[in-house]
């Protein structure tokens, strides 16, 4: 699944994908998680910070493993972009 959102002068393109993540310890099978990838980019076409023209979260799961759902997936990576903007690349949002 795949979502833009616009976070100011930022373009926030986040994508959830499948990762296997430990099921029921009854049965041991593994079930569908899903891991989200945040790619940032500038609405304007300028770079992010210095030459960069996009900056990649990389797969990011939750604190015990991959997300549950898409949702959960995408409200995290959501929300790391949001701090990535505000934080670290320093524009209020």
């Not at 100011?8 to 430990?22: I, T």
């Not at 604190?63 to 790391?80: I, L, N, R």
Request: net charge negative; aromatic share 6%.
């Amino acid at each position: 699944m795949q979502k833009d959102i616009e976070v100011g002068d930022y373009m926030l393109a986040m994508s959830a994908v499948p990762k296997p993540r430990p099921g029921d310890q009854e049965t041991e099978a593994w079930v569908e998680g899903y891991a989200v990838r945040v790619r940032v980019t500038r609405v304007d076409g300028q770079p992010v910070h210095g030459s960069m023209l996009a900056d990649d979260s990389g797969e990011m799961t939750g604190d015990h493993g991959p997300f549950e759902t898409v949702a959960q997936a995408m409200a995290h990576g959501e929300a790391w972009g949001r701090h990535y903007v505000a934080r670290v690349l320093g524009h209020g949002v």
